[in-house]
């Protein structure tokens, strides 16, 4: 099982990233999934949820009305729609199931926000 985030890069504050998450080892439907995310000296953080059943999503409230989670089951795919960012928003990007699993956290994608 993997799961892969990647779309990660430097945005000025303001701007729009979106990552994805590619899924392998199973289908994306068969679990909930969410994002996460770890920026530098502190621990990491639920950022986003999507269900397994009937697509219900959950914020954090840091994110909540910035960023959209979704997902496309014909390619095994999560996405992270990242709209005005800031500078807090700066950190690496991991996507997991939910509830997560220790051996399914991948490499992550580096995010950082910065004039």
């Known amino acids: 099982v993997q799961l892969q985030a990647s779309g990660g890069g430097s945005v000025q504050p303001g701007g729009s990233l979106r990552l994805s998450c590619a899924i392998s080892g199973f289908t994306s439907g068969a679990h909930a999934i969410g994002w996460f995310r770890q920026a530098p000296g502190k621990e990491r953080e639920g950022v986003s949820y999507i269900s397994s059943s009937d697509g219900t999503t959950l914020y954090s409230n840091s994110v909540k009305g910035r960023f959209t989670i979704s997902r496309d089951n014909a390619k095994n795919t999560v996405y992270l729609q990242m709209n005005s960012l800031k500078p807090e928003d700066t950190a690496v990007y991991y996507c997991?199931?939910?509830?997560?699993?220790?051996?399914?956290w991948g490499q992550g994608t580096q995010v950082t926000v910065s004039s």
């Open positions: 997991n199931t939910v509830p997560f699993r220790n051996d399914y």
